[in-house]
């Protein structure tokens, strides 16, 4: 009965490299949220999706970030020509339909650090 | 739009002390949801509560308990007899209406319980 799984938990990349970030969400769940924890802050929502579909990108920067939910695997956040002010955790949420009235479970979180 | 408050940056307790986290909130929608989630220093999001719009029954689970009043639109946490371990960050968070799918987390709140 796994939560949601996050990796990796931590990632290193330069300035300009790609990020990757994958969650998997809770056995039964179908939508899956992610937020960003910038140090020493608390969590802003960035994109919530279901299976193919994005339902809100409201809180996602409009330029170098970008996220999926495939039919089939994990979703994924992708940041691209990652900068220093990437660098934060990174949590994945999931929860069944309206996820406000089953609660959403959280994975661990990916610390992503830019060099 | 959504809102949360959490007045207090930070509060230090010595420990078997009574300490109560704060939390306001502000949505236009008359149903809606809020949570509070620990993050140890480990740094997962540890579920804690999640209280319904309709709910307003006070709630207790061991030496936690959760005060929620409509009224001054608070719900408000207390951690009775405080322990070391209970060190932590703790987010109050609102869920609601047309922004049904995501959560609105406070700035956080951190708890320092000294021996």
């Known amino acids: 009965n796994a939560g949601v799984m996050q990796n990796p938990r931590h990632l290193v990349r330069r300035r300009g490299q790609e990020a990757r970030l994958r969650c998997s969400p809770m056995k039964g769940h179908s939508h899956v949220y992610w937020y960003r924890q910038l140090p020493e802050e608390g969590l802003k929502f960035m994109v919530y999706?279901?299976?193919?579909?994005?339902?809100?990108e409201s809180g996602m920067p409009k330029e170098r970030f970008s996220a999926e939910f495939p039919k089939e695997g994990p979703s994924i956040l992708r940041i691209q020509q990652v900068v220093r002010g990437d660098s934060a955790a990174y949590f994945c949420?999931?929860?069944?339909?309206?996820?406000?009235?089953?609660?959403?479970?959280f994975g661990s979180g990916t610390r992503l650090t830019v060099v | 739009a959504q809102k949360v408050t959490q007045a207090q940056t930070e509060i230090s307790v010595v420990e078997k002390e009574d300490v109560t986290l704060d939390c306001v909130y502000e949505t236009r929608d008359t149903t809606y949801y809020l949570f509070w989630y620990k993050q140890p220093p480990s740094g997962e999001l540890v579920f804690l509560i999640r209280r319904n719009s309709f709910d307003e029954q006070n709630e207790i689970s061991g030496r936690y308990s959760w005060n929620f009043q409509k009224s001054t639109s608070s719900f408000n946490f207390t951690i009775t007899a405080s322990q070391v371990v209970d060190s932590a960050v703790y987010f109050c968070?609102?869920?609601?209406?047309?922004?049904?799918?995501?959560?609105?987390f406070g700035q956080g709140t951190i708890l320092t319980v000294h021996p």
């Open positions: 949420a999931s929860s069944q339909p309206s996820g406000g009235g089953y609660g959403y479970t």
């Open positions: 968070a609102l869920s609601a209406g047309t922004s049904y799918g995501k959560l609105t």
């Open positions: 999706l279901q299976k193919e579909n994005i339902i809100d």
